[in-house]
């Protein structure tokens, strides 16, 4: 499983470039700099993908390409599972998680409307998690790359440390304090408004 990670600033402070989401494939949690953004080291990064005003970071492979395309139009042959995410995105916009089949993580940052969507397929193939932080939000595919965050005091959480050593952990819960855990089959939106956590998918 390749590595994502994501950081929204709502406040715009500088050296954030404003209201500007670095969306990162991320390997080994090593992130290196680079202008307003950052890329990371690895030999096998997740995909990154740009189409205008959309920037979107996953770690995907899509198993209903025709149903989409269907649906979408026809792609180029050389489009990947990336594509297939944003032109969903541009169709059904946050609705869009709810029509990919396959294993899935991704987050998606909109520059036109200052917004973040990520999602994670419902069989839970692939992990998102995310950490409020005063000024907005911060996601990664581990829990332990968002330690690494200024705002954290790295802790074990109680709950998340007890099902642990139980042998009985709870997919849901992390293992340290603070960070929290999207579910499988769940999408959550960021706006300056908030954040809101949906579920979009069920076994039914």
């Not at 600033?9 to 090593?30: N, R, T």
């Not at 297939?84 to 940052?109: E, K, M, N, T």
């Not at 998690?129 to 939000?137: A, D, E, Q, S, W």
Request: hydrophobic share 40%.
């Amino acid at each position: 499983m390749h590595r994502i990670a994501a950081t929204v600033d709502w406040e715009g402070h500088p050296g954030l470039g404003g209201q500007l989401a670095p969306l990162l494939p991320a390997v080994e949690g090593h992130l290196v700099p680079a202008g307003h953004s950052a890329v990371l080291g690895g030999e096998h990064p997740a995909c990154l993908y740009r189409d205008g005003e959309l920037t979107l970071a996953c770690d995907a492979r899509i198993d209903n390409r025709p149903e989409l395309e269907a649906a979408l139009g026809p792609l180029p042959s050389e489009a990947g599972d990336g594509a297939l995410i944003l032109a969903a995105y541009q169709r059904w916009g946050s609705d869009c998680p709810g029509h990919l089949v396959g294993d899935f993580a991704f987050i998606l940052w909109n520059a036109a409307d200052h917004t973040l969507l990520a999602a994670r397929d419902g069989m839970n193939m692939r992990t998102l998690n995310y950490l409020r932080t005063p000024r907005g939000v911060v996601l990664a595919s581990e829990g332990t790359q968002l330690l690494r965050h200024p705002t954290v005091t790295p802790a074990f959480s109680e709950a998340g440390l007890a099902g642990w050593l139980s042998g009985w952990p709870d997919p849901d819960c992390s293992l340290f304090e603070g960070v929290e855990v999207l579910p499988p089959g769940h999408a959550l939106l960021a706006t300056s408004r908030g954040i809101s956590i949906h579920k979009f998918w069920d076994i039914d």
